[in-house]
């Protein structure tokens, strides 16, 4: 087991806060966002405000336009840590 790697919290992050910090480090606007994605801008706003939830299908693709995997997005703040068995 110890071939294993462990999944472990780091910090607090929501969902919508993980969407906002990735599409802020990318310098993409909510507008540049909802243009890339066909996501309205208000939609956006709600998930990025943990108003609406994401879901599997937007979760893929605003990873798809942010360039990042889906669960970076719906599990924000977790990593891998090496070495440690389950």
């Known amino acids: 087991m110890k071939d294993f790697t462990r999944a472990k919290k780091q910090i607090d992050v929501s969902v919508g806060e ?3 910090i990735i599409r802020e480090l990318q310098e993409l606007s ?3 966002l909802a243009t890339m994605t066909g996501i309205p801008q208000s939609t956006i706003s709600a998930i990025e405000h943990d108003r609406v939830r994401l879901g599997v299908e937007r979760a893929k693709v605003l990873a798809k336009a942010l360039k990042c995997h889906p669960a970076v997005l719906v599990f924000p703040g977790w990593t891998m840590e090496q070495g440690t068995t389950a």
Do not use: D, P
Request: charged share 35%; hydrophobic share 15%.
């Open 18 to 20: 993980s969407v906002k």
């Open 30 to 32: 909510q507008n540049e």
